[in-house]
């Protein structure tokens, strides 16, 4: 964990030009040094890079993880090589969607020299990551390095250790190249901080990268990066895979190892929060989660499941069933989501998959247990480490914690009744999806595409999954399309919250962004929603557009 907590009497304003200075600072330490970004940028920017680097440097950065694992492991790139590529790629994206905190040129790069004098010695990589740039999260704790869980208060905070994930990562070959943004609090859809502003989205800088790992998702998106590490306890490794139109999963707790990261909420354990991968490829996400749980992480990190990776076999006497999940209940989604399921459950018809409607079971009273149970102690620590820099509140910290009638300081009895109340809502969701018969729910990442900024207000989509524990992993379909997606009346609407959804909807503003879908199983079939989606990729031909 960072060290303890302390305080500055600067204003908070000079704290952030610090944070900004520092990170322009290791930008400057990149080399060669990276083309310039010019300041007035279209609303799209996701095309750029390829104006301004070097065809080498767009040839080794387009590869996917598996494919950059292939040549490296052959000796066809070698881990600098890979790296230089990557450094650069990566300070373009910073200057196109400001979604770096520190750039690691130097540490990035002696470790690529070790790896590639260990394969000139002994003609075979190091291990399953070999060579492989791996972007983190700013709140995973690196040794020396600060670790602010986007709080300006936390500036001088100092990693100790390197966080038990990187430990294991780097054993493996992986290069870590950079840092990403998180937003004040790590309570948002959204990737904004008083120390480093806003993190937008490459497809449409005038809405959201999504967040709290949104960081990590417009950089991967404009690959900078081909594999990142997110963390998600309401939607923040999927909510950003999906705006961005990359993958990303959100396995169960405790297969993945979280000593070592910065986080702050007290009580925030009765949710569990979890590390998981974003990555180009839905191949990276298996390469991550089976890295990880191969080294056998719970002999040292006893609070995780000794669970084995496993090679999952999909049932071959029987065709697969799966639920769709067209609404819950509480908010429709906007026309694209409706018509990215209709799309993939058609064709998933017409391979013989069986395909059965499932209905939602009181989504929204989850979401009274879970927005009872984020902050258990009334958001007390959280208030006191902004109130305590005086830096002011973003938009969406005032929304989930000041604005939300659910945080309250919740005394033993109190918080022994929502305990309660998660235990036996997990009891009634269990029995109700054991009573479809279903292998695994195809369903909506959130209400929408990636909003404006400031306006991601519905997490039921993806938190519902948190509650229940349950693994998603999230993957690009298609783009909107102005013409075919239109907002038709549905009469009454479902809640306030789906009446506010509709206000939301944009067909101008959002025309060409990423919709992506969500496929869920039940607890610890982390393996085999990867297995069922990997199926359905190659069956159905997934994403039906192409994705950059």
Known sequence: MPSSKGKSNRPWQAVAEEARDHRDRTLSQVSPTPPEVAADLPKNVMY?????????TISITKLLPEELLSVLAKGQLSAVEVT?????????AQGLANCITEF????ALDRARELDAYYEEHKRP???LHGLPVSVKEHIGFRGLRCTTGYVAHWDNISKEDAHVLQILQDAGAVFHCRTTIPQTMMHLETDSNLYGVTSNPYNTRVTSGGSSGGEGALIALRGSCLGIGSDVGGSIRNPAANCGIYGIKPTAFRIPTDGWGYLMAGADVIESVLGPLSTSLTGLTLFMKTIVDAE????????IPMPWRDIELPKDRPLRIGVLWHDGVVRPHPPITRALKMATERLKEKGVEVTDFEPYLHDEAWAILSSLYFTDGGEEDTEAINSSGEPWRPLSDWI?????????????????????????????????????????LCPVGPGVAPKHDTAKYWGYTSQWNLLDYPGVVFPVCKVDKEKDRLEEQGKPLSGHDKDNRKLWDSEEFHSLPVSLQLVGRR???????????HFTELIGLPFEQFP
């Not at 992480?297 to 995780?304: G, K, M, N, Q």
């Not at 033993?412 to 695994?440: F, M, N, P, Q």
């Not at 610890?524 to 990997?534: G, I, P, Q, R, S």
């Open 524 to 534: 610890f079939e982390d393996e085999k929603v990867l297995a069922t989606l990997e």
């Open 297 to 304: 992480p719970w002999l040292t990190e006893p609070a995780l």
């Open 104 to 107: 690691l040129p130097s540490l």
């Open 401 to 441: 914690i000041k604005d939300n009638p659910c945080v309250k300081k919740l005394d033993v009895g109190e918080l022994t009744y929502w305990l309660e109340e998660r235990e036996a809502y997990r009891k009634e969701y269990a029995l109700h999806w054991k009573k479809s018969g279903i292998d695994a729910l």
């Open 84 to 92: 230089t590529a990557f450094l650069q790629r990566s300070a373009v």
């Open 48 to 56: 750029i890079p390829e104006e301004l680097l070097d065809p080498t």
């Open 126 to 128: 190091i291990g399953s």
